[in-house]
């Protein structure tokens, strides 16, 4: 069904097909100028842990999810790795990181869901700390396979996260279509 996209074992098959060739390798090229190798990053929304893998040859990762089967997904896939159920707006956990990444998952997030996600991100990241986050570019939102899709600007982005971030760079890049994406690196106030 629609509203458990992400979470039944069909739609996690289908994503991992469709998105095989996709990674936000780009992404973590930006990202490793502002984030010393060996860095302790946290990445939200793993998914099939494409960006996982790749952040894994330059930096202690752990990745995470709060969807139980591309949890199943990632741990039959890399045995001897740790990966957490986490959710986020929440994010449930005691440990602190020096950075925390994710690459299209944060758009899953209503203002006020993005806003708690923020503050919480600020809690757990480390002084002087990385957040590095992909959006998709647009205005509105809407609903897509079931799922709440918040488009963002400059604007609105900034805004979230000037009372906890400096932001870095907000950097429109291409994912299918030209300027359809948005990285926001930003460093811990
Ligand atoms: C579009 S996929 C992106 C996956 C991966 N980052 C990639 O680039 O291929 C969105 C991912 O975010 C996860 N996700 C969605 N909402 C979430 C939430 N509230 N907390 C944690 N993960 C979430 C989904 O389960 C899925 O793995």
Redesign the pocket.
């Given at each position: 069904m629609d509203e458990e996209y992400?979470k039944t074992k069909e739609s996690v098959e289908e994503?991992i097909e469709l998105?095989k060739d996709?990674?936000?390798s780009e992404l973590i090229e930006k990202l490793k100028k502002v984030l010393p190798s060996n860095s302790n990053i946290l990445e939200?929304?793993?998914?099939?842990g494409?960006?996982w893998k790749i952040l894994n040859k330059s930096f202690n990762v752990i990745g995470?999810?709060?969807?139980s089967e591309?949890l199943k997904h990632l741990i039959a896939m890399y045995p001897n790795d740790e990966f957490l159920n986490?959710?986020?707006?929440t994010i449930d956990t005691n440990r602190t990181f020096d950075c925390i990444y994710?690459?299209?998952?944060l758009h899953?997030?209503k203002d006020k869901e993005l806003e708690d996600s923020i503050k919480r991100q600020y809690r757990i990241v480390k002084s002087k700390g990385i957040i590095c986050h992909s959006f998709w570019k647009g205005e509105d939102f809407e609903i897509f396979k079931g799922l709440y899709v918040n488009y963002q600007n400059e604007k609105k982005l900034k805004h979230f996260f000037k009372d906890y971030f400096e932001i870095i760079s907000i950097i429109s890049y291409q994912e299918f279509e030209e300027g359809d994406s948005l990285l926001v690196i930003g460093k811990k106030k």
């Open positions: 992400y994503y998105a996709v990674n936000g939200i929304g793993s998914g099939p494409s960006d995470s999810d709060n969807s591309f986490l959710d986020a707006v994710s690459n299209k998952v899953h997030l």
